[in-house]
C-alpha cells in the first residue's frame, strides 16, 4: 500500500509527534528525574491500579501515562510504545535509569496482532543481566 501521503493522527489517541531516538531517550531520562511533570503526576506514572486488565484475569499494567513491564531476572521497567502501518517505536527504563532503551522499527506489519513482539525482544536485549 503506498503510504507516502497518510497522517499518524488517524486515530483518537495519536501523538503526532516526529523525533529521533536520541531525543526520546533524553526525554525519557528528564521524565524519570521529574524535571518534566510535578512530584505527585511523577508518582501517579509509577502507580499501577491494583485492578485486572480489562477483559483479561491478569493484573493491570497500565500506569498514568506508562506501561510497567516486569522482564526475567526481577527486572521492572516503564515505558511508552506506539506504532503505526511502517513503522513501530518504544522507549522505556528502569525507575533508577541504570537502564534505558529507544528503538524505532520499520515494520510492514505494525498494527497485527503480535506488533509489539519486535519492540519487546528489542527492550529484552537492552535490559539482558
Do not use: C
Request: net charge neutral; proline share 4%; aromatic share 8%.
Amino acid at each position: 500500500m503506498d503510504m507516502t501521503e497518510t497522517s499518524v493522527t488517524s486515530t483518537w489517541a495519536s501523538g503526532d509527534l516526529v523525533t529521533t531516538t536520541a531525543d526520546l531517550e533524553k526525554f525519557i531520562k528528564a521524565l524519570f528525574r521529574g524535571k518534566v511533570v510535578p512530584d505527585p503526576q511523577l508518582a501517579a506514572m509509577f502507580t499501577v491500579p491494583q485492578v485486572t486488565t480489562y477483559g483479561k484475569d491478569e493484573p493491570a499494567a497500565y500506569t498514568s501515562g506508562l506501561t510497567k513491564l516486569e522482564l526475567p531476572g526481577g527486572i521492572v521497567a516503564y515505558g511508552k510504545t506506539g506504532a503505526r502501518y511502517g513503522s513501530a517505536a518504544g522507549v522505556g527504563a528502569t525507575r533508577d535509569l541504570s537502564r534505558t532503551v529507544a528503538y524505532s522499527i520499520n515494520s510492514t506489519d505494525a498494527k497485527s496482532s503480535g506488533q509489539n513482539e519486535r519492540g519487546l525482544a528489542v527492550a529484552l536485549a537492552a535490559f539482558a543481566e
